[in-house]
């Protein structure tokens, strides 16, 4: 009788009317965190001339962020499935759009990193919200598989549509209008999701710990500072004693954990390869690209001249490959391999990125737009399947741990490409060799560069805009090596970790 009530359970969930909707909700979400991202790339060249931060504190405004929503997507993942993945996704928004305001506002570089910082904080209540509400959304695997590939796609989207309409606006209005943008999206998310998401939440989540949530936002921060430092600056006292507290942190929490009778994380998950072995490349395919990417619309604005709406649409292929690779994704995993979509995805990203390591000031656009492409491709393939793999790999009840987990790789590596591949961008342009009476400023950065040019006779600033876009396209091709060289690595790890792993095929 037991067997039969929960069958009859299980098809009524699968059956669920207005889960489709109610996925439309959830990639708002997902559209509201991408275009955010992305717009400040390209809108990095006009902060930069308007508050003049040093090249330390613009790579501080490109990945503090990161730094914090990595700190704390485990601790909000886990807070979710404890009080309701709906309210947190809820409350996450409307906090995201009011701190948006804050961002478009910044008058200073302290201000700015502070903003991106709080913006940190209601982002990493939101995506593994969006997952976890998925996986208890979709039962039937083959209906989650798709649902997962619209929601990659909806990111991939939004990479797309965040340069496009941000140029549009840098060309039309000020910079802070990149992050004005968030607000209806925000509003329509909050609006309508309040009609059409279901709750959910762990029916015995246990007490948030709150010992663990502070070790893991330490032991985070605290190493990928220490490996920003080192990257940027060397070996000093400074970065080596953040990076002991970090590590001494995040082993105290894994330690605590271990012995919680209800953690905020349950490290048995990652007794199980597939999980394992999909977190791994979340992590390092980020670290690998994310570098790359935060300079790639400078180098197409800064240094061919785009306009921003233009360098905007230069990066469209990669979205478009990943929305299609996305939605194929799961039906090619069942197919041929999980191991085989996986690994030929990072190998596709890792191939792009090794031929721009040919890159000059003068690039043609085919090969430009033909490595994006492939990288969008890459990555609409691997994504989306790691993503299936590890909600699949867990009971629902930890939908939103497991998220968070994967989100955090996404986030970490992200913080961490940006801090050391930015570092060997940042380093290797530094030292180009400038005419007499150039401003400090122009070393800091190549916008620095462009402004003080702007301010000098024009046979000197066209010296000085020639020597320095050649040093800084001479860090990103270094840069594009060695992306290229850690997703190779990668796409072998994921063939031998990957290996036997399968997508569910039925309930």
Same mark, same amino acid.
């Given at each position: ?130 997952? %976890? ?5 979709? /039962? ?5 598989? $798709? +649902?997962? &590939?619209?929601? !990659? *796609? #909806? @990111? ?69 500072? %220490? ?5 940027? /600056? ?5 970065? $080596? +004693?953040? &990076?002991?507290? !970090? *590590? #001494? @942190? ?92 996986? @690994? ?164």
């Amino acid at each position: 009788m037991t067997s039969t009530l929960q069958s009859a359970a299980t098809t009524e969930a699968v059956q669920r009317p207005g889960r489709w909707l109610a996925l439309s909700v959830l990639v708002l979400a997902v559209l509201l965190v991408a275009v955010d991202a992305t717009v400040l790339g390209l809108a990095t060249p006009y902060i930069s001339e308007d508050l003049r931060p040093t090249g330390t504190q613009l790579l501080w405004i490109g990945d503090v962020y990161s730094f914090v929503i990595a700190g704390l997507l485990v601790s909000m993942g886990s807070l979710g499935d404890r009080i309701g993945r709906k309210r947190i996704l809820l409350v996450g928004a409307t906090a995201f759009g009011a701190i948006s305001v804050l961002n478009a506002y910044a008058t200073t570089p302290e201000l700015m990193i502070l903003a991106r910082a709080l913006l940190g904080v209601a982002g990493a209540t939101l995506m593994p919200a969006t997952l %976890a509400l998925i996986r208890n959304l979709f /039962h039937d695997p083959r209906e989650r598989s $798709l +649902a997962v &590939g619209i929601w !990659g *796609a #909806t @990111a991939s989207a939004g990479t797309a549509v965040g340069p496009i309409v941000g140029g549009f606006l840098l060309e039309h209005f000020w910079w802070g209008s990149v992050f004005l943008i968030n607000l209806p999206v925000m509003a329509v998310l909050v609006l309508v999701g309040i009609k059409l998401l279901p709750e959910s939440r762990n029916p015995n989540p246990g007490p948030w710990d709150l010992s663990s949530v502070v070790l893991s936002l330490v032991g985070v921060i605290a190493v990928v500072y %220490a490996v920003k430092e080192f990257a940027a /600056h060397g070996v000093t006292w400074e970065p $080596l +004693a953040a &990076g002991a507290l !970090g *590590a #001494t @942190a995040l082993y105290a929490f894994v330690r605590r954990q271990l012995t919680l009778p209800a953690p905020l994380l349950d490290m048995r998950l990652f007794r199980n390869r597939g999980f394992s072995g999909a977190v791994l490349a979340d992590l390092l395919t980020i670290l690998g690209l994310s570098g790359l990417v935060f300079f790639l619309s400078q180098y197409l604005q800064l240094v061919q001249s785009r306009g921003p709406l233009e360098a905007g649409l230069a990066e469209l292929p990669a979205a478009v490959g990943a929305v299609a690779a996305g939605l194929l994704a799961g039906t090619l995993a069942r197919r041929y391999s999980v191991r085989a979509v996986v @690994a030929g995805g990072l190998a596709a990203i890792g191939l792009a990125l090794a031929s721009l390591t040919l890159l000059d000031q003068s690039t043609g656009y085919p090969m430009l737009g033909t490595a994006l492409l492939m990288v969008g491709v890459g990555a609409g393939f691997s994504f989306t399947v790691t993503a299936d793999v590890i909600l699949s790999s867990v009971p629902k009840e930890q939908a939103g741990a497991a998220s968070a987990v994967s989100e955090t790789a996404y986030e970490l590596g992200a913080a961490l490409g940006i801090a050391v591949l930015g570092s060997i961008v940042t380093g290797v342009y530094r030292g180009f060799a400038a005419p007499a009476g150039t401003p400090a400023g122009a070393h800091e950065s190549l916008g620095g560069a462009v402004e003080a040019a702007s301010a000098m006779p024009s046979p000197t600033a066209q010296e000085l805009l020639s020597s320095a876009r050649e040093a800084f396209v001479d860090g990103l091709a270094i840069a594009a090596g060695a992306g290229a060289v850690v997703l190779l690595a990668t796409a072998v790890a994921a063939w031998f970790m990957l290996r036997n792993q399968r997508l569910e095929s039925r309930l």
